[in-house]
T-cell receptor
Framework: GAVVSQHPSRVICKSGTSVKIECRSLDFQATTMFWYRQFPKKSLMLMATSNEGSKATYEQGVEKDKFLINHASLTLSTLTVTSAHPEDSSFYIC?????????????FGPGTRLTVT | AQSVTQLDSHVSVSEGTPVLLRCNYSSSYSPSLFWYVQHPNKGLQLLLKYTSAATLVKGINGFEAEFKKSETSFHLTKPSAHMSDAAEYFCVVSVSDRGSTLGRLYFGRGTQLTVWP
């Protein structure tokens, strides 16, 4: 149980285009989903927290107009990188937390490798 | 404030020898602590978690960790390393944010474990 999927697993796009990444909780409902970014040989950086049906909360320094997050249902959150540039190339990982829950365990997706050329 | 310090960026062991990955945390509140493992280009897999129950926590694949409040440590150990254990390991702390229940995760920088044959 507690499986989170991401699609696509890898994507290459041209500079200036937008790309959408989907995060789905397959066997549980997730009231809260998180989006992380991981640079090579670095730890995970929290980008934003999204609660179903409300606006995402972005971390300091993350551009909300560039990284659009939608959490339209209890099993799906999307991250859209708008007007992508090469510096946006990274490994993006989502996680989902079942709700309601007494612990703060998050289940992670397998990640999406984005390459902007 | 919450933070996690993984004392070693790289650890190398021979197959069949013990593994010790060190982690110290700082938390203003009672923490939940986790160890996650990440294989190359993969998402994160939960190894084990501490959530204020038994201080010695057993996880998957023979790993265990001991919560020591007096030392603010949560070191990860395994009696005998396997080649398949080679991966990146993250120590993570989670608490309720003040005035919030988002349960944000705070990641250590990671420890790369190499296992020699």
């Amino acid at each position: 149980g507690a499986v989170v999927s991401q699609h696509p697993s890898r994507v290459i796009c041209k500079s200036g285009t937008s790309v959408k990444i989907e995060c789905r909780s397959l066997d549980f409902q997730a009231t809260t989903m998180f989006w992380y970014r991981q640079f090579p040989k670095k730890s995970l950086m929290l980008m934003a927290t999204s609660n179903e049906g409300s606006k995402a909360t972005y971390e300091q320094g993350v551009e909300k107009d560039k990284f659009l997050i939608n959490h339209a249902s209890l099993t799906l959150s999307t991250l859209t990188v708008t007007s992508a540039h090469p510096e946006d190339s990274s490994f993006y990982i989502c996680s989902a937390r079942p709700g309601p829950t007494l612990t703060y365990e998050q289940y992670f997706g397998p990640g999406t490798r984005l390459t902007v050329t | 404030a919450q933070s996690v310090t993984q004392l070693d960026s790289h650890v190398s062991v021979s197959e069949g020898t013990p593994v010790l990955l060190r982690c110290n945390y700082s938390s203003s509140y009672s923490p939940s602590l986790f160890w996650y493992v990440q294989h190359p280009n993969k998402g994160l897999q939960l190894l084990l978690k501490y959530t204020s129950a038994a201080t010695l926590v057993k996880g998957i694949n023979g790993f265990e960790a001991e919560f020591k409040k007096s030392e603010t440590s949560f070191h990860l150990t395994k009696p005998s390393a396997h080649m398949s254990d080679a991966a990146e390991y993250f120590c993570v702390v989670s608490v309720s944010d003040r005035g919030s229940t988002l349960g944000r995760l705070y990641f250590g920088r990671g420890t790369q474990l190499t296992v020699w044959p």
